[in-house]
């Protein structure tokens, strides 16, 4: 039986994990880095995150677990993808249910794929 559920959590794990960065939505990549965060899953977060924004996530993994756990509940409310030289970009509106003001999160589209970029945050 143990077995069984090691084997179904394993799948489980590996299908999340195939489908966290794909080229799928903005928003949904947005709301599994903000739950990857939430759940101290570092590595997740940085596949999901610009590579010249790795260096973010070393300072996070100093963070209490209870303080990254507060960024669970994050849901994307809104996206817009637009075109800026040649490059495809999103902002994505995020809102927190105990937060008043929402947030929002640029991403940008490399290679197929929708990738956190933290250097315009607003």
């Not at 817009?80 to 249910?97: D, I, K, L, Q, W």
Request: one cysteine or more; charged letters at 30%; a negative charge.
């Amino acid at each position: 039986m143990k077995k069984i559920l090691l084997l179904l959590s394993t799948f489980a794990l590996l299908t999340f994990l195939a489908g966290c960065g794909q080229s799928g939505s903005p928003s949904q990549t947005a709301e599994n880095f903000f739950e990857a965060l939430s759940e101290k899953d570092l590595d997740t977060a940085r596949e999901l995150l610009k590579p010249e924004y790795h260096g973010f996530l070393g300072m996070l993994e100093m963070a209490p677990e209870e303080e990254l756990a507060e960024m669970s509940g994050v849901r994307a409310v809104n996206e817009e993808v637009y075109e800026e030289n040649g490059r495809t970009f999103a902002t994505v509106t995020m809102s927190h249910p105990e937060e008043e003001d929402d947030e929002e999160l640029t991403l940008e589209l490399v290679d197929g794929v929708w990738l956190v970029d933290l250097g315009d945050i607003k």
